[in-house]
């Protein structure tokens, strides 16, 4: 696609449900990184994908928080038995190489209440 | 300490000034350095990458001192629509990416 796809883009859960996240990164991209970033607060790395592998998990906050990526594109981020804290909005960008730089997603807005 | 520090801010200006931000970086070995910019509630989106010999993007002029380690952002002649959160961003050679937690302008009229 012509972006980065994130969806949904908003979702409200009760706490103690589970949550899957999904992000279409642009095609032939094959860095994929997760953030949240809560309100007025900056951006929180997650997670770091190099085509299937993640060599950069240090920025899941709990075993609840997984991610995976599948054919070197698609990803998902999956939250375990959600908590208020969990909320936020969980931004996906992709990279070519890193000297370009990444784009963003427009992100999942995600509300446990 | 942070791997990227800048100033929160919040820079209020008016309409027509020319303000800076700083940024400075902790990592010698950093490669890449980027400004980002972030509308409200929005994600953040590429503003320009930011290369040795300094570049300039109409109004927006980035500069890189690798010996202090510190990027920075000109903004000149500001418009209302330059109200936003820039944040500096920084690789090393891994690809990983490090982001500031943003400088905030309000440009007036």
């Known amino acids: 696609g012509a972006g980065v796809s994130q969806s949904p883009s908003n979702k409200v859960t009760e706490k103690g449900k589970d949550v899957e996240l999904r992000c279409d990164p642009i095609?032939?991209?094959?860095?994929l990184y997760w953030y949240r970033q809560s309100l007025g607060q900056g951006l929180e790395f997650l997670i770091y994908?190099?085509?299937?592998?993640?060599?950069?998990k240090s920025g899941l906050p709990s075993d609840r928080f997984s991610a995976e990526r599948t054919g070197g594109s698609v990803s998902t981020l999956t939250i375990q038995r959600t908590q208020q804290e969990d909320s936020a909005v969980y931004l996906c960008?992709?990279?070519?190489?890193?000297?370009?730089?990444?784009?963003f997603g427009s992100g999942t807005r995600l509300t446990v209440v | 300490r942070k791997e990227v520090e800048q100033d929160p801010g919040p820079f209020n200006v008016p309409e027509g000034a020319t303000v800076a931000f700083n940024c400075t970086y902790s990592?010698?070995?950093?490669?890449?350095f980027f400004w980002y910019r972030q509308d409200c509630r929005k994600e953040p989106k590429l503003l320009m990458s930011?290369?040795?010999s300094g570049n300039e993007d109409g109004r927006f002029t980035a500069q890189l001192n690798r010996a202090s380690q510190y990027i920075s952002l000109l903004i000149r002649d500001s418009k209302l629509s330059d109200s936003a959160t820039y944040l500096c961003?920084?690789?090393?050679?891994?690809?990983?990416?490090?982001f500031g937690s943003g400088t905030k302008l309000n440009v007036k009229p």
């Open positions: 960008a992709s990279s070519p190489v890193a000297r370009y730089g990444y784009t």
């Open positions: 095609s032939g991209h094959t860095a």
């Open positions: 994908f190099q085509g299937n592998s993640a060599p950069d």
């Open positions: 990592n010698s070995a950093s490669q890449s």
């Open positions: 930011v290369y040795s």
């Open positions: 961003v920084v690789n090393d050679n891994f690809n990983k990416f490090y």
